[in-house]
Nanobody
Framework: QLQLVESGGGLVQPGGSLRLSCSASGFTFDYYAIGWFRQAPGKEREGVSCISSSGGTTNYADSVKGRFTISRNNAKNTVTLPMNSLKPEHTAVYYC????????????WGQGTQVTVSS
């Protein structure tokens, strides 16, 4: 059964950190790029970061550059996204998703994990 499962979300104060993880099963993980997306209340879903199938190429939305760092472990079928210096505007549901390459619309999606940045 194909699954993408996010974890690591929660409530954090402004300036704090969280580490999101995405665990995959049921498909050939190292054939796929993995992206993180987020959707804030009342807003459209947007791309946050993406890592190529080999892990050799990464990209980030301008709003998170220098704060978030994406990485993957193909032996463990996981992708992590440490998030530092969080701001209230980072509050959203964060999703991981698998695509053949980062520039394409993802084929598989996780259920999402809530990140709330508030004092």
């Amino acid at each position: 059964q194909l699954q993408l499962v996010e974890s690591g979300g929660g409530l954090v104060q402004p300036g704090g950190s969280l580490r999101l993880s995405c665990s995959a099963s049921g498909f050939t993980f190292d054939y796929y790029a993995i992206g993180w997306f987020r959707q804030a209340p009342g807003k459209e879903r947007e791309g946050v970061s993406c890592i190529s199938s080999s892990g050799g190429t990464t990209n980030y939305a301008d709003s998170v550059k220098g704060r978030f760092t994406i990485s993957r472990n193909n032996a463990k079928n996981t992708v992590t996204l440490p998030m530092n210096s969080l701001k209230p505007e980072h509050t959203a549901v964060y999703y991981c998703a698998a695509a053949r390459v980062c520039s394409r619309t993802p084929t598989y999606w996780g259920q999402g994990t809530q990140v709330t940045v508030s004092s």
